[in-house]
């Protein structure tokens, strides 16, 4: 009897580990699958907390993002993107390596594809160069073009003037800049 009970223990034994081996086997690890699943229920593939990245152009940094929390939206086939809900801080460098244009704000988006970004709540950017800073609550930046754009109230201050209004747009280092409905103190010289 004892010899019959260890033999139903072990051919217990072997039909479970036989039954779980062929649920691993039979599992298939089709990550297309997965990321799809995400994207039908709106998930994002990833999450950074304390994000730090580095953008480089022929071995020179460009810029670098500091963010404290990041999903990445990449498994959308139409429109990927990021999103940083908890803010974010781009810093801009200048061919030699300098802090050119920092660029902060409270919440943004950052479309992978169409290489544009909505910045929103509190953005301010500053040129270190000329000491020029904007202030508004939404900014949309072109990442090809170094174009920012906006239809929000704005303030723009510069060495000797500052300006407010509704509705400009500039190159990303603030220079060039189309005011729309402005008001404020300028200085202007006749060239």
């Known amino acids: 009897m004892n010899q019959a009970h260890k033999f139903l223990e072990i051919f217990k034994k ?3 580990v036989l039954l779980v081996t062929v649920m691993l ?4 690890n089709n990550t297309q699958k997965v990321r799809d699943f995400l994207a039908a229920k709106n998930l994002p593939t990833g999450k950074a907390k304390e994000a730090y990245h580095v ?3 022929s071995g020179r940094i460009t810029s670098k993002l500091f963010a404290p929390l990041m999903y990445d939206f990449s498994n959308r086939k ?6 940083f809900p908890s803010g974010i801080k781009i810093i801009n460098f200048d061919k030699n390596g300098k802090d050119s244009v920092t660029i902060t704000g409270d ?9 544009i970004s909505e910045i929103k709540g509190n953005v301010i950017v500053l ?9 508004t609550e939404q900014l949309f930046w072109d990442e090809d073009t170094k174009y920012f754009v906006s239809e929000e109230a704005f303030k723009l201050m510069k060495e000797n003037d500052t300006i407010f209004g509704i509705g400009f747009e500039c190159k990303d280092d603030l220079s060039k800049h189309l005011s729309k409905k402005t008001t404020g103190k300028l200085e202007t010289s006749e060239e």
């Not at 139409?78 to 999103?83: G, L, M, N, T």
């Open 14 to 16: 072997s039909i479970t």
């Open 25 to 28: 086997f039979s599992c298939s």
């Open 55 to 57: 953008y480089k152009d």
């Open 127 to 135: 040129n270190h160069t000329d000491n020029s800073r904007l202030e």
């Open 107 to 115: 919440y943004a988006l950052s479309f992978s594809k169409t290489k």
């Open 78 to 83: 139409q429109h990927p993107y990021s999103e």
